[in-house]
């Protein structure tokens, strides 16, 4: 997501800041960053907003970041492949993702909570 990685390095933002916005780990956004992992509209509207741009400034059409070449490795190709041989259908794979996400909100919210119990306040 070549749009995405350009504008957040001209703000001088972080992977791991990034990663923050979406309430998740680095790891998991640089796989989005690189096209490897989808990035679901919920998270491009964050970090389109991270990065005070519109949407569609900084969306990519996933299909376009696939390109196969004679040098894939059978992990690459399974990994992009994957749900094509489960055969889940995307809703519910996406229904899952925002469930996930919302987990992790909830995470966040407690850990505060917790931080703040220590704390003594």
Not at 90 to 118: F, G, S, W
Request: proline share 1%; hydrophobic share 30%; net charge negative.
């Amino acid at each position: 997501m070549e749009k995405l990685r350009s504008l957040r390095k001209q703000r001088g933002y972080t992977q791991e800041y990034m990663s923050k916005i979406l309430s998740t780990d680095v790891s998991n956004y640089c796989r989005k960053e690189s096209g490897d992992v989808k990035i679901f509209e919920d998270e491009w509207e964050k970090l389109a907003k991270a990065l005070d741009v519109s949407v569609e400034d900084i969306k990519e059409e996933r299909g376009a970041q696939i390109q196969h070449n004679e040098n894939s490795t059978l992990n690459d190709s399974a990994s992009i492949n994957y749900n094509q041989f489960c055969n889940v259908p995307n809703y519910l794979l996406e229904n899952q993702q925002e469930y996930i996400n919302l987990l992790k909100e909830q995470i966040e919210v407690l850990k505060e909570e917790n931080k703040r119990l220590k704390s003594g306040k």
